[in-house]
């Protein structure tokens, strides 16, 4: 307990550093915070007028579309702001500068995100927020406080699935020299999970349930909230499913680094 | 009790057998080829609590693979090894709680926030007290005068300000031991001077003992009373530095382009130099890189000044330049008996 409040502390003190410098670069920070809100938009856009034009898919109406891709929006948030890190694990691997977070008393995976923060990744949340309460006032979901409790679980599981995926493609840096298509790979996939599983055939339906989980993003969780008939049994897993991904994603992360040996000085 | 135990301590990489060309690399993929290289090969020392020690060898000799082991980032292939009587690897954290580290020119502060806001994140993450920080922070605005750099953002300090900088954090929590890796490594001589008297003083006031691997001999003179010479993954040489100096500090070797080089020139260059210092350990020659040839002096046995005498009475010189000799010369010559 006594580690964990250190460890939050730490963090703060640290993000407020970052923040602050950041802030810094004023123009940076205003331009890239625009950038990142309309290239948000854009792709809401773009996704907004595919389905409005599509009276329905696969049985599922426009605004239960909309409310399960802001539900995608809610649950890649924590990975895009507070695990902005990954993207660069393989530069610092293959430069031998990732040596530097075995030095300090700390654990390592906490010690590498916390050098990053995306404040971009704020916007899209903001935007996120709003979708989810446009589709939720649209579709009528009557809120209780049980099903706000299974919001938060199942966002969270969400979010954790999402940073496992990115966290094993980010991992392969270890063992990959060059580990760029393994993690737009990932990145790609992601981009699926806002679809329901439903369209999908055979293979992808598997492939997306079972083996690169990523129906577990979106789909399968916000079932819960969108009063449909039939719920396969994937969905009551939705809740658990995150914590189970991360920690085969945290082994795989632990395997790279006690692996690694660095390069020569 | 000493600090720093080692017994017995290997670490070996297995080395796929690569092939050469396309086809090669091809047949690579399917390969189950592997050599062993040991890079760290059955070592013993011990370093005792206070102590500056040099750890010492020509590029690829294993001290950064034994630097790593000491800081637990990698694991023995066999051996012990005690640091604080922890094993480092198992032990990362508890090991790193009471130890400062400096690698190069790799900063480990935090690259876009002031220098102060780095110490003080610093001070969270090893806990250290208001008093203790105080004092440490009042010690360094002594030593380096560090407080006008404090507003400073890290990127853009000088390297040499960086360096110092990055120094001043690893000592900042008072742990037990430091590992400087090339800390002088690119600066001038002025900034060289500071960092050593730094590091001596903070070694002399804290009792802190201080590992130090370098190419410059000069660091080792100034610093150590201790060096461990390290090559091919073994120990050639533990002992007093004095000893060491002795033999190197009469070293220098004269590097010399002879005008109109051609084949005939070394060997007259040879008989030459072995008409009138007939001892073969006054004077070595090595034609090393292209037009340089390279003349490594003892000037107990063969005064500079004759040697460069001799030549000019006998050839034309273009260029010439005196240096001190190098970590791969020192290596050299205890291969060649010196030390014995």
Same mark, same amino acid.
């Given at each position: 307990m006594k580690r964990l409040r250190h460890y939050f502390r730490l963090y703060f003190l640290i993000e407020a550093q970052y923040i602050k410098s950041k802030m810094q670069y004023r123009d940076d920070f205003f331009i890239s915070s625009i950038g990142m809100f309309f290239s948000s938009l854009t792709t809401i856009a773009v996704f907004w007028v595919l389905l409005a034009s599509i009276p329905d898919l696969a049985g599922w109406s426009f605004n239960q579309l909309v409310f399960i891709y802001a539900f995608y929006m809610l649950a890649i948030s924590p990975f895009q702001i507070l695990f902005d890190h990954f993207w660069q694990l393989r530069f610092h691997v293959i430069e031998g500068t990732f040596i530097k977070y075995y030095f300090r008393p700390l654990n390592m995976l906490f010690y590498y995100l916390s050098e990053m923060f995306d404040i971009k990744g704020v916007v899209q949340l903001v935007l996120g927020i709003a979708m989810f309460i446009y589709a939720s006032i649209k579709l009528q979901v009557s809120w209780n406080l049980p099903l706000l409790l299974l919001l938060a679980a199942t966002l969270f599981s969400a979010s954790l699935v999402t940073i496992s995926i990115m966290m094993i493609a980010a991992s392969s840096a270890f063992w990959i020299f060059n580990s760029w298509p393994v993690l737009d790979l990932a990145r790609r996939l992601r981009e699926f999970s806002p679809y329901p599983m439903t369209i999908f055939d055979g293979f992808f339906k598997i492939l997306f349930t079972y083996i690169i989980p990523i129906g577990f993003v979106a789909f399968y969780p916000s079932q819960f909230f969108l009063g449909s008939q039939s719920i396969s049994t994937a969905v009551y897993l939705s809740p658990l499913i995150g914590i189970g991904t991360f920690a085969l994603a945290y082994w795989i992360w632990l395997k790279g680094v006690n692996s690694y040996t660095g390069t020569g000085s | 009790m000493s600090l720093i135990e080692i017994q017995n301590l290997s670490k070996y990489f297995k080395v796929l057998n690569r092939r050469e060309g396309l086809r090669g690399a091809f047949l690579d993929l399917f390969s189950g080829d592997y050599r062993t290289v040991k890079a760290v090969d059955d070592i013993s020392f011990s370093i005792d609590e206070g102590e500056i020690v040099g750890y010492i060898g020509p590029n690829g000799a294993g001290k950064s693979t034994t630097i790593k082991m000491m800081t637990g980032i990698l694991q023995p292939t066999s051996g012990k090894i005690e640091v604080n009587q922890l094993e480092p690897y198992s032990n990362r954290i508890a090991n790193a709680r009471r130890m400062g580290v400096v690698f190069g020119q790799r900063t480990q502060l935090w690259w876009d926030l002031p220098v102060i806001e780095s110490f003080k994140i610093l001070k969270e993450i090893y806990e250290v007290d208001n008093e203790t920080f105080k004092q440490q922070m009042g010690l360094f605005e002594d030593l380096i005068e560090i407080k006008k750099l404090y507003p400073v953002q890290v990127r853009t300090l000088s390297l040499g300000q960086r360096m110092l900088c990055d120094i001043a954090a690893a000592f900042l929590h008072n742990p037990k031991v430091v590992f400087l890796d090339e800390p002088t490594i690119g600066l001038d001589v002025s900034v060289k001077a500071k960092i050593r008297d730094v590091i001596r003083e903070l070694n002399h006031t804290q009792n802190i003992t201080i590992i130090l691997t370098t190419h410059d001999l000069g660091d080792i003179e100034a610093l150590c009373q201790r060096i461990i010479i390290i090559d091919k993954g073994k120990i050639l040489f533990d002992g007093p530095v004095q000893r060491v100096n002795q033999l190197f500090g009469v070293y220098r070797t004269l590097k010399a382009q002879i005008f109109d080089f051609n084949q005939e020139t070394l060997p007259r260059l040879n008989a030459l130099i072995q008409t009138k210092f !007939? #001892? !073969? #350990?006054?004077v070595h020659i090595n034609q090393s890189e292209d037009f340089w040839t390279d003349l490594i002096i003892n000037q107990e046995k063969a005064p500079l000044r004759e040697v460069l005498n001799l030549i000019m009475s006998e050839f034309a010189l273009e260029d010439i330049r005196i240096v001190e000799i190098s970590m791969e010369n020192v290596v050299q010559r205890i291969y060649d008996g010196a030390l014995l």
């Open positions: - | !007939p #001892d !073969p #350990d006054a």
